[in-house]
């Protein structure tokens, strides 16, 4: 009798201790999907976005994780590579749906955000994405958000202060030839036309790697200026080199993705890149943008990735975060939507921002920051400009 | 007349930086039968090679050039001897091989080196110009080395004993082994050699386009159609492929543009392949 009276306390003092360790017990896990190109011509801004999340869930977790109504959750991340493709962001999508996932930030370009918000409609997935394509956003997809505006916000301001500096009587725009491409450069065809820029398109095969002739058919047409629009860093970086060995000597702009880093190391200085313009996420001459810098060495113990899109996507991830912990679910997606809709934005290194889009893509659910405009002239580069982004709503 | 010219120029340089990087491609599927997926991470390795002597190691740039062609090709001949060589006859597997070390080429770049293009330049600048045409030097030097490379490449295959060799087991490898030729023993040179060319290629071209771990894939893609084009294993075939892929890729960009452009090269292609299903100078069934 003794006997089974030990065994039975043995046994009780067995399941007190494996319940106490059980992690169904311990551990409230928020899992976030992150999906981008992290391979392939656009890496730089894959590779920034995993950065950005691993950066703000790093700093969440050591501060002993977010707060989700009873709970503190630490947080987890899921990366996934794209190559930059719309069957890549599909596959993640769906991988990440396997996984249980419920959040994702990312993906980054035009195609990978086509490939991706169809999955997320179906499973009610709460995207955070990036694209500068017309349609990144829209009523038909209520669960995907815009983690920063492209051109329609921030091209015109750029457009004038390079027409004001240089002059610009026509432009040509070059871009690939896929989404990522064409939606970003009809609209900034648009603003150079509206203001007052005789302006044309031209469109490349995405993997060229020698612009040589493509430049020769754009000179051709004599124009004032170049933009290189959205083509990725390496591309962009190829042509403004192969223009200038050309002979071309007007302004070449950028009213796409910021890349002037690896552009000047192609053509080798900034000299050599002469006269140029660019649309810039933030503004970098600011000193509270460049704390970002200090805090995320002091957090990650590494440098920040150089490309700037990843300050938007620190601010990006957060408002999520923020989003998740005022909700108090990690699971209700619809639940956080509705929360985000209404959440004040306002960023640590960006300041104030705020929730636009429904003009342009009929939802309101696209962040807007102050933006910057970056500008070399006579191959000097000038303290980037802070703009204050207008609401077009 | 100024496009025209300027086109012309553009095509006869793309041109021979095809037909080197497809020479290589050619003369692996030539001698081996092995399609080797590997091609464009050869490139891109000689590029980073190229680029980490000149920048932190201070080696001259035509030194780092050799250097990289070197360390290419003994790449290539190891990967050949200790991996290629076991499943050679099973094109299947080579062919799963290749695109995995390919993968793990271009993967180990982007950790090691990051994704961004670093500065890596030509030690040469400037433009000759002529009437309006500006011609960049570091495109000419490019294309007189690539040119002698293709030369030395003829005489190799065509004046050599070794160059005999290889293409005797290209034509049929059980007689050519059954005269006392060694396939373990040439079929690593051949792949060294093929895989040397790719890194020449990717140490003169990439300081004069741009240096970045995805560089790879295009090149990849063009070696491939221009050996289909020339005829799978043709090494004539390949050049003469390669500077007709150059100057159609050249003439439709400056006139009608690089999306049409783009097209009017894979209709030629289709054209071709419907006309000629083995190539320009392919032939019918390999014989190895």
Partial sequence: MLSFKRYLLAGAAAVTVLAAASPSRAACELKLGVVGGLSGATA???????????????????????QVGSERCQITTSVLDTKATAEGAAAAANQLVSQGVKFVVGPVVSPEATGIKPI???????????????????????????EGPGPSVWADAIVKAAKAKFNIKSVVVVAPNDQGGTDIASVDVDVYKRNGIEATDEYYQRGTTNFAAI????????????DTASSAPSDAGIMVKQLRQAGFKGPIGRLGGAATDEIVRIV??????????????????????????DDFKQVMGAPAPENTTMILWVAASQVLLNGISKAGTITDTKKVAEVLRTLPVDDKYLGKGFWTGKSFFGIKQEIAFPFGIGMIIGGKMLPVQRVEAVDQD | MNEFISAGLIGVSLGAQYALLALGFTLIFGILGVVNFAHGGFYVAGGYIAYGFVS????????????????????????????????????????MLTLGLYLT????????????????????????????????????????????????????MYKTDFGRALRALADDRQVAAAQGLRPRLLFPLAFGVACGLAGLTGALVTPILSLAPHVGDPVLATSFLI?????????????????????????????????????????LVLIVLVVRPSGLFGREVRGA
Wanted: charged share 10%; proline share 4%.
């Fill in chain 1, 268 to 293: 080798g200085s900034v000299e050599g890149v002469g006269d140029f313009y660019w649309y810039e996420n933030v503004a970098t001459s600011d000193p509270k943008v460049q704390a970002i810098y």
């Fill in chain 2, 227 to 267: 050996v289909i084009l020339g005829g799978l294993g043709s090494i004539g075939g390949a050049t003469i492929a390669a500077f007709l892929v150059g100057l159609v890729e050249a003439y439709s960009s400056v006139y009608l543009g690089g999306s049409k452009g783009a097209l009017a090269l894979f209709v």
């Fill in chain 2, 56 to 95: 932190h190691l201070g080696v001259p740039y035509v030194i780092a050039v050799l250097l990289a062609t070197l360390a290419t090709g003994a790449i290539g001949y190891l990967f050949e001897l200790f991996l290629v060589e076991r499943i050679v006859e099973d094109h299947l597997a080579t062919l």
């Fill in chain 2, 105 to 156: 080429m271009s993967t180990g770049v982007l950790v090691a080196f990051g994704p961004e293009s670093p500065q890596f330049q030509f030690p040469i600048s400037g433009s000759l110009q002529i009437g309006k045409f500006h011609l960049p030097i570091e495109n000419i030097v490019v294309l007189s080395i690539c040119l002698l490379a293709i030369a030395t490449v003829y005489l190799l």
């Fill in chain 1, 44 to 66: 730089q801004w894959g590779n920034a976005l995993k950065a950005a999340v691993d950066f703000v869930v790093k700093k969440t977790n050591d501060a002993g994780g977010l």
């Fill in chain 1, 215 to 226: 430049i020769t058919r754009i000179l051709a047409k004599n124009p004032d200026a170049v």
């Fill in chain 1, 120 to 146: 997320a409609v179906r499973n009610n997935m709460l995207v955070f994405l990036n694209s500068y394509a017309k349609n990144a956003i829209g009523p038909q997809w209520p669960m995907v958000f815009h």
